[in-house]
């Protein structure tokens, strides 16, 4: 099975900027759809933006307007570009490929830590 490897995460106050980058050991085309998800401290993991090959792209509530979700299909990297971070985006993002029923293709990769300060 691939992995996945995320990075780019880090400190920054709100108002920031951070990208995070997602390097899938797969080639990615055979995937429709790639995602990020996030987890902060005491809550469940949720999806944040979907990018699918044909260039659509969705995003949850909380993050629509500010984030942005990318895919290279010819290096294999998925980016998720957030602007004016808020607290409330603090979280460890994960990046995978949404299978059915909520599961997903791949296992977990270690995540990247967002940690935005007020």
């Known amino acids: 099975q691939g992995q996945l490897m995320e990075s780019g995460g880090g400190f920054v106050q709100a108002g920031g900027s951070l990208r995070l980058s997602c390097a899938i050991t797969?080639?990615?085309?055979?995937?429709?759809?790639v995602a990020w998800y996030r987890q902060a401290p005491g809550n469940q993991r949720e999806l944040v933006a979907t990018a699918s090959i044909d260039g659509d792209s969705n995003y949850s509530d909380s993050v629509k307007g500010r984030f942005a979700i990318s895919r290279d299909n010819v290096n294999n990297v998925v980016y998720l570009q957030m602007n004016n971070l808020k607290p409330e985006d603090t979280a460890v993002y994960y990046c995978?490929?949404?299978?059915?029923?909520?599961?997903?293709?791949?296992?977990w990769g270690q995540g990247t830590q967002v940690t935005v300060s007020s």
């Open positions: 995978n490929v949404p299978g059915s029923l909520g599961s997903t293709y791949f296992h």
């Open positions: 797969r080639n990615i085309n055979r995937y429709k759809t």
